[in-house]
Every structure is written in structure tokens, then in C-alpha cells.
């Protein structure tokens, strides 16, 4: 099968207009209402809304950690969530406000019109949701005029990938996240604490890739995300991509065994392929096979596809020799 849109082969004229290339179909796996959570992910949810406790999903990357929380503001009614993007330089205060010294250092200097300091404050993710929380009288000191407040309302808080942070970034946040609060030095260290009716909802989720202190995890609800089962999977696959999920569809089937072969811990792949690069590997050969039963009967687009599913330049030659050998095994199956 022929790949439709680039050649890169010197033979190709440039056309008289822009190539009509296809809509994105990663919208498709964002679904927040298309998100299927194991059982032990629900219990996990329930205990930390009932507790009012974070929520902390490890798990191996593309596991579901990040849009679980889509999911969870979804289902309760609310907005999508604010999110924080951790970083490596991230501190404790970036996670509740920004402060832009610098802008008014200079207004300042330029003899500007005299601004609030409210002004030069720019809520993040919790800070923006303990304000929400708040009734909106309560906020004229702390907001400008244009902050949009109606009525205190909840709020899902997604902290993403929190041990990319410096490990004082947690034990900064310890009485913050246990308490719901935050200060402003800049407004004469008014502290601003979230209404408990309204308190926001915190989602905290990481690769596990530096342990995070023990008395972070002591304010936190835990649970690691499991590699789903076949069973769970399955029901993943369709949920998102509306797959015939029958045992006997020899497309879902071939797609599984080729994804569970380049999961095989023997064969030794550094960054195993998790469920997002299968829906994204299906999607994208839904899209190739389009009015095909079975867009794998010709084997040979697994390689042609192979970058949906593997992520390094040490894994790529091992896992084309995997799906090769694969190939060739699949070949006598069917001359033998």
C-alpha cells in the first residue's frame, strides 16, 4: 500500500494549489465522554472526592493518567479542567499565580498611568480554581475588572507530570494542596482560601520517573494505572474508535498481535507502545484502509506505519526486525 500524501522522491511537480490534506483525527481519541477507567481507578476517584484528598495516577506513559481527568470534570458537570503543565524550573508558586515585576518595574520608570498590582498578576491552574471558589464580592481586591466570576463554582486542577519539578516543588505545595489555600505577597500577603462547598478537585499524575517525598504522597490518594487488560483494551478501542471488538475480526485481532508482540518484554523495545500509539496506529489505518474489512491484509503497512507505534531511534530497528520476523512467521502460517 501506497502512502497518499508525500512522495519525497524528486518526482513529484508542485501543485497549482495546496495539496487537500485530511482533518486531524487525534480529536477523536480526546473525547473526554469516550474515556473507559478500570475499576480499581474508580475506587481510587471516589475515595478522593470523598475525602477532598488529591488524587496522584502514576503509571507508564500513555496510560490514560492525563485525560482521566477530562474525563472526571466531564462526568461531574464541569469545565474542562485547569491544567499545569510541570516544568523543570517550575516552583511552588507558578502552580497559583505569575507575577510580572519586570512590566511594572517599567511602567513605573515610564511614568505610566498608576495600575493596580492586581494587574500585573496572572492566576495559573489552582490559584484560578480557589478563586472560582470564591463569591465574587470577595474577589475585587485580588482580581482586575475583567476576571470573569459569576457565582463559586468547583473546578477540576490537573498537575501534569509533576516529577519533571525540582523536588522542592511537593514540599512546597504540602500545606497548599492539604489546606486549599495560597498567599500573595504582592497584595500584602492576603491569603485566598477555597470555599470547602466549592473546594477545587486536584488530578496529579506522573511518570514515576523520581520518587516524589513521603510526605507529599502522606496528603494524596494513590493509585498506579495498570497496562489494560485484553478485555479492558478491547473495550478502550471501541469506545474510542467505534472498532468491531468481536473476537473474530481478523483486523482487531491482527492489530493486537502484532501491538502485544512489540510489547513482549523479551523482546527487549526500551519504550514499549502504550494504548495512545495503538488508537493512534489504528486510526491511522482505519484511514489508509478505508473500505477494507482489514486494512492489515497486506501486512507490509505495519512497517510503513511503524512511527505511530515506536518512539526512539534505538527502538526503531528492533521492532522493524520484530514485525519482519513476524511477517515471515504469519507467511508460513498461511502457505503451511
Given at each position: 500500500m501506497k502512502l497518499p500524501f508525500y512522495r519525497g522522491d524528486g518526482s513529484q511537480q508542485r501543485p497549482e494549489t495546496a495539496v487537500d490534506l485530511p482533518v486531524s483525527q487525534?480529536?477523536?481519541?480526546?473525547?473526554?465522554?469516550?474515556?473507559?477507567?478500570?475499576?480499581?481507578?474508580?475506587?481510587?476517584?471516589?475515595?478522593?472526592?470523598?475525602?477532598?484528598?488529591?488524587?496522584?495516577l502514576t503509571g507508564e506513559p500513555g496510560t490514560g493518567k492525563t485525560q482521566f481527568a477530562y474525563n472526571l470534570a466531564w462526568e461531574l458537570g464541569l469545565d474542562a479542567p485547569f491544567k499545569f503543565e510541570t516544568k523543570s524550573d517550575s516552583v511552588a508558586r507558578d502552580l497559583f499565580y505569575t507575577y510580572d515585576a519586570l512590566k511594572r518595574y517599567q511602567d513605573i520608570q515610564s511614568d505610566a498611568p498608576s495600575t493596580a498590582i492586581s494587574h500585573y498578576i496572572t492566576y495559573q491552574a489552582l490559584g484560578l480554581a480557589i478563586l472560582r471558589a470564591q463569591p465574587p464580592d470577595i474577589l475585587n481586591s485580588l482580581v482586575p475588572p475583567e476576571f470573569a466570576a459569576s457565582k463559586p463554582q468547583r473546578s477540576v486542577v490537573l498537575i501534569d507530570e509533576i516529577d519533571k519539578a525540582p523536588r522542592d516543588f511537593p514540599n512546597d505545595l504540602l500545606n497548599e494542596l492539604e489546606q486549599l489555600y495560597f498567599k500573595i505577597p504582592e497584595l500584602g500577603n492576603v491569603q485566598v482560601s477555597a470555599e470547602p462547598k466549592f473546594q477545587p478537585i486536584v488530578v496529579i499524575t506522573s511518570n514515576s520517573e523520581k520518587d516524589l517525598p513521603d510526605a507529599f504522597l502522606r496528603r494524596c490518594i494513590y493509585y498506579h494505572v495498570p497496562f489494560p487488560g485484553s478485555a479492558r483494551l478491547a473495550s478502550i478501542i471501541a469506545s474510542h474508535l467505534g472498532i468491531n471488538t468481536d473476537t473474530n475480526d481478523a483486523f482487531l485481532q491482527t492489530a493486537l498481535e502484532v501491538f502485544y508482540q512489540l510489547r513482549a518484554p523479551e523482546n527487549g523495545l526500551r519504550k514499549r507502545p502504550a494504548t495512545a500509539e495503538l488508537l493512534g496506529w489504528l486510526v491511522t489505518l482505519q484511514h489508509l484502509g478505508k473500505g477494507q474489512d482489514n486494512p492489515l491484509a497486506d501486512p507490509q503497512i505495519i512497517l510503513q506505519t511503524l512511527s505511530s507505534l515506536i518512539k526512539t531511534a534505538e527502538d526503531q530497528p528492533k521492532a522493524r526486525g520484530i514485525v519482519e520476523q513476524w511477517i515471515q512467521n504469519r507467511s508460513k502460517r498461511g502457505t503451511g
Amino acid at each position: 500500500m501506497k502512502l497518499p500524501f508525500y512522495r519525497g522522491d524528486g518526482s513529484q511537480q508542485r501543485p497549482e494549489t495546496a495539496v487537500d490534506l485530511p482533518v486531524s483525527q487525534k480529536s477523536r481519541l480526546l473525547i473526554p465522554e469516550n474515556y473507559i477507567a478500570d475499576q480499581g481507578l474508580r475506587d481510587a476517584c471516589n475515595v478522593a472526592l470523598l475525602l477532598g484528598q488529591p488524587l496522584l495516577l502514576t503509571g507508564e506513559p500513555g496510560t490514560g493518567k492525563t485525560q482521566f481527568a477530562y474525563n472526571l470534570a466531564w462526568e461531574l458537570g464541569l469545565d474542562a479542567p485547569f491544567k499545569f503543565e510541570t516544568k523543570s524550573d517550575s516552583v511552588a508558586r507558578d502552580l497559583f499565580y505569575t507575577y510580572d515585576a519586570l512590566k511594572r518595574y517599567q511602567d513605573i520608570q515610564s511614568d505610566a498611568p498608576s495600575t493596580a498590582i492586581s494587574h500585573y498578576i496572572t492566576y495559573q491552574a489552582l490559584g484560578l480554581a480557589i478563586l472560582r471558589a470564591q463569591p465574587p464580592d470577595i474577589l475585587n481586591s485580588l482580581v482586575p475588572p475583567e476576571f470573569a466570576a459569576s457565582k463559586p463554582q468547583r473546578s477540576v486542577v490537573l498537575i501534569d507530570e509533576i516529577d519533571k519539578a525540582p523536588r522542592d516543588f511537593p514540599n512546597d505545595l504540602l500545606n497548599e494542596l492539604e489546606q486549599l489555600y495560597f498567599k500573595i505577597p504582592e497584595l500584602g500577603n492576603v491569603q485566598v482560601s477555597a470555599e470547602p462547598k466549592f473546594q477545587p478537585i486536584v488530578v496529579i499524575t506522573s511518570n514515576s520517573e523520581k520518587d516524589l517525598p513521603d510526605a507529599f504522597l502522606r496528603r494524596c490518594i494513590y493509585y498506579h494505572v495498570p497496562f489494560p487488560g485484553s478485555a479492558r483494551l478491547a473495550s478502550i478501542i471501541a469506545s474510542h474508535l467505534g472498532i468491531n471488538t468481536d473476537t473474530n475480526d481478523a483486523f482487531l485481532q491482527t492489530a493486537l498481535e502484532v501491538f502485544y508482540q512489540l510489547r513482549a518484554p523479551e523482546n527487549g523495545l526500551r519504550k514499549r507502545p502504550a494504548t495512545a500509539e495503538l488508537l493512534g496506529w489504528l486510526v491511522t489505518l482505519q484511514h489508509l484502509g478505508k473500505g477494507q474489512d482489514n486494512p492489515l491484509a497486506d501486512p507490509q503497512i505495519i512497517l510503513q506505519t511503524l512511527s505511530s507505534l515506536i518512539k526512539t531511534a534505538e527502538d526503531q530497528p528492533k521492532a522493524r526486525g520484530i514485525v519482519e520476523q513476524w511477517i515471515q512467521n504469519r507467511s508460513k502460517r498461511g502457505t503451511g
